[in-house]
């Protein structure tokens, strides 16, 4: 799917033919292979390299290569000003990211786990998302907060939790969750960027995966819009938004669901704020029925912003009810069995899909 | 020391030697405070009367506190045997560990905070042997007039609160030898962090009373385009980062800042400022470890003014004073008389000095009392007596104090005094005046800044809000330009 797609556009004009996205990827040898850590390295490298204002810091960014070897190689190329090990505290190191940034410098501020950001989460909220505003425009904050997100593989309830809905409630801030490695390396790029405060949330599993990327993407000027979402797969039936890691469940389901005569359009949001709202509902306006996935809880989650979204703008579009799909509303259990279970499984979007089609479904998962 | 010798020029030293500046700033093994006091360690041997402190200290004399070791010769016992018991070192990663099989444990607080530097007593005269950075008349002068300013400000903006013509004020009474001496030993580029009881450094740097009056009115004129509660003042050009009302968050911003004019080989250091209650925060402790650890050029100020809105500094920690946990920070720290003018201004002229050409933060704890109520939100006769205010506010005014010591000089006399005070007064009434009437920012700006471009869901919003409007007019107030 991917290899087909023109990069040039960001999703609007897709062609018609929509090879299974599996087969594709390992037969798509015109186009290159980046998995999305390597991805994000280059991004890094490239923005330090073109602005010496850009610093990264945070805990085992240098000496260790990164806590997942995102950084590896900076340290000896840039030095220890400009690549920064810091102390065991994330209210620290966020403080005084923001403080160089208050300065002039672009800091890149790594939490070695997005749940640590907690720790942190007054300078992200009070001093770095408001302080624009609050100043009336004397302190701007070009900051980018970036680390992994969301679940991983058994590593239990303070290591598995997606905070992308808390981050993106708060004005002043902006939100990214790249998916493939070409979202990994254009977002990445357009937050270092950009003049105001970006939580840029990446998926510990989505490292390791490879995707491929065009030779545009390559280029070390490379930049995607913040705030436009991609549409992944273009449909007819139903609209299902997704964004990082379950943005390649939403894909599998759709292939599922293709068999079963339902073709989806996949959204990737790309951007959690500012959502990409138009995208979305001219999508339901199409499509008539909406599935929004999240891997995080339930309740006051991305989905229901989205929910919200297409029932102000297309109410009168909507065949069915929006349903939401999230994670299970429980701190994330440990047990490989159970862990399966909290989060959602491609087969929880079929279902959804199929729901918001009318046709009749089994009730519940088996464990 | 490289302090030593750049500036003994400008520094005034009645002693015969360079015993005093090195007592100024002792790096020897037991840091900056304990030089003349006892240390840290309880030998062994008072254990047993530990039990029962009271009947030891009344053998010696001595309270309890102060049964402490001479620290200068225990440690160099340890350092200087030859290779014999003593001697055991171990290479670790942090440094060199010195073992001992006497098992000691380091004492916690004393009941004094020792080694408080200041230069003019009570009365505002120089007390003999004092070492100081000498004040020429013009700055001794401009910073008089600034401190009476200071207060002439607090007062009638206070006023202003009780009279309702604004919502919110904090003073500074008590505090504007901190505020102005600190501004006046720094320079234009030193970049400024404060908590919010800072405005004295505003003020000395060049911000009118006009400029004050128009954020606390929130007009247009604010250059925080009214967004923010009174005092809330911040100014790029005056290199003055706008206040926030939370609690020591500008601690790790001022090292950060610090950091970058490190890395931009600046000739200016960060500053920034916190109360005693301010160091119980994560955030001081992150920051003054982070400072340490990247060599920033920062100075920190605390001002220990012993409340914490209704927590007196008993309540609020056990250390002896904020400068030895500045110490425990492997930060050079320093304890100031801080309603003594003349010793703000050394000390930090000296803490600039070292944090610019040594790379490395510093820390002041100036010693204060605010005499004023915690804001204008808060009555504190009811958590502290009354007598306690009016000694503080009378006894120990450090404007006044000041005032004595420029008369003493002959550089200031009752006519100027008169003078000032009601040249300020009347300029001041009147910028309120002026604030109080004119427009408030106009409704766009209501929208702007929130991002550095605004966005379309801002933009949509601005236009149903004009929608609104113009449907009612009569419902939107008169002095917010549409």
Aim: aromatic fraction near 8%; charged fraction near 20%.
């Amino acid at each position: 799917m991917l290899g087909v797609v023109r990069q040039k556009m960001l999703g609007q004009s897709l062609p018609k033919i929509r090879p299974v996205v599996s087969v594709l990827r390992s037969y798509s040898s015109a186009a290159k292979q980046m998995t999305v850590r390597d991805a994000l390295n280059s991004a890094l490298d490239e923005e330090m390299s073109a602005d010496p204002k850009v610093f990264l810091m945070g805990e085992e960014v240098g000496e260790y290569q990164g806590a997942y070897k995102i950084s590896k190689g900076l340290l000896e190329k840039y030095g220890p000003e400009r690549v920064r090990d810091t102390p065991i505290t994330e209210a620290g190191f966020a403080g005084i990211g923001v403080g160089a940034a208050y300065y002039g410098l672009k800091p890149v501020v790594e939490f070695m786990t997005f749940n640590f950001s907690m720790q942190a989460i007054d300078h992200i909220i009070n001093s770095a998302a408001k302080s624009n505003y609050m100043s009336a425009g004397q302190m701007s904050v070009p900051i980018v907060f970036r680390g992994p997100n969301g679940a991983a593989a058994g590593v239990g309830a303070q290591h598995s939790q997606c905070y992308a809905a808390w981050y993106a409630s708060c004005p002043g801030l902006k939100v990214l969750t790249p998916y493939s490695s070409e979202d990994a390396r254009g977002l990445l790029k357009a937050a270092i960027r950009d003049p105001d405060p970006v939580v840029f949330l990446e998926n510990e599993l989505l490292y390791g995966e490879s995707f491929p990327v065009s030779d545009e993407v390559l280029d070390s000027s490379f930049c995607l819009p913040i705030g436009k979402a991609k549409i992944e797969r273009v449909g007819r039936d139903v609209t299902i938004t997704a964004f990082s890691r379950m943005v390649g469940h939403a894909l599998k389901a759709a292939e599922i669901l293709e068999k079963d005569g339902i073709d989806a359009e996949v959204i990737n949001l790309r951007s959690i704020r500012p959502l990409d709202r138009s995208t979305i509902n001219a999508s339901v306006r199409k499509t008539n029925r909406l599935i929004t996935v999240e891997e995080g809880f339930p309740q006051h989650g991305v989905g229901a912003e989205i929910c919200a979204s297409v029932v102000e703008e297309s109410f009168a579009y909507l065949d069915a009810p929006v349903e939401r799909i999230a994670g299970a509303d429980i701190p994330m259990p440990y047990a490989a069995n159970l862990e399966r279970i909290a989060v959602p499984q491609v087969e929880d979007i079929v279902r959804a899909a199929k729901r918001a089609c009318y046709r009749s479904v089994p009730l519940a998962a088996a464990a | 020391m490289a302090f030593c010798s750049k500036n003994s020029r400008t520094i005034i030293n009645n002693l015969k030697s360079k015993l005093g500046l090195s007592r100024l700033m002792n790096q020897g093994s037991d840091g900056c405070l304990n030089n003349t006091n006892p240390c840290r360690f309880l030998p062994l041997t008072t254990l047993p009367q530990l039990r029962n402190p009271d009947s030891y200290s009344h053998k010696t004399g001595h309270s309890f506190c102060s049964q402490r070791f001479q620290s200068t010769t225990s440690e160099q016992q340890f350092a200087s045997l030859p290779n014999g018991e003593h001697s055991q070192e171990l290479d670790f990663p942090g440094g060199k560990v010195v073992f001992s099989p006497e098992m000691r444990f380091l004492s916690e607080s004393p009941c004094v905070y020792n080694n408080c530097y200041r230069v003019l007593d009570d009365n505002g005269q120089l007390i003999g042997n004092s070492n100081f950075v000498q004040v020429s008349e013009e700055i001794a002068v401009k910073m008089y007039s600034s401190m009476a300013t200071l207060q002439i400000l607090d007062t009638i903006f206070y006023e202003a609160q009780r009279q309702g013509r604004i919502s919110f004020y904090l003073t500074t009474i008590g505090e504007e030898a901190i505020n102005i001496a600190s501004a006046a030993a720094l320079t234009s580029d030193d970049i400024v962090f404060p908590q919010y009881r800072e405005p004295g450094v505003l003020l000395w740097r060049g911000f009118t009373l006009q400029e004050f009056a128009n954020q606390c009115f929130g007009n247009k004129a604010d250059y925080g385009k009214g967004r923010q509660m009174p005092i809330h003042y911040g100014s790029n050009k005056h290199n003055y980062f706008t206040v926030s009302s939370t609690i020591a968050t500008q601690i790790p911003h001022a090292v950060g800042a610090a950091y970058s004019l490190k890395m931009d080989k600046k000739d200016a250091c960060a500053v920034t400022f916190f109360g005693d209650g301010g160091t119980s925060e994560g955030d001081f402790h992150a920051a003054l470890n982070f400072a340490a650890v990247t060599e920033s050029p920062v100075i920190f100020i605390c001002r220990n003014n012993g409340w914490a809105i209704s927590t007196p500094t008993s309540d609020q920690f056990r250390s002896e004073g904020i400068a030895v946990r500045g110490q425990a920070y492997g930060v050079r720290s320093i304890r100031v008389d801080g309603n003594d003018a003349l010793a703000m201004y050394s000390a930090v002229h000296a803490a600039r000095e070292m944090a610019i050409n040594e790379h490395r933060p510093v820390l002041i704890e100036a010693i204060t009392y605010r005499v004023g109520h915690h804001s204008t939100s808060d009555d504190s006769t009811k958590y502290r007596p009354a007598d306690e205010i009016e000694w503080w506010r009378m006894a120990r005014d450090p404007v006044t104090r000041f005032r004595k010591w420029i008369e003493t000089n002959g550089w200031w006399g009752s006519e100027a005094e008169s003078q000032l005070r009601s040249s300020i007064r009347n300029e001041l009434l009147q910028a309120i005046q002026i604030a109080e009437r004119a427009e408030k920012p106009p409704v766009n700006e209501l929208f702007t800044d929130v991002y550095d471009n605004i966005p379309s869901n801002l933009r949509d919003q601005e236009k149903l809000l004009r929608e609104t409007i113009n449907r009612h007019p009569a419902d939107y107030p008169a002095d917010v330009p549409f």
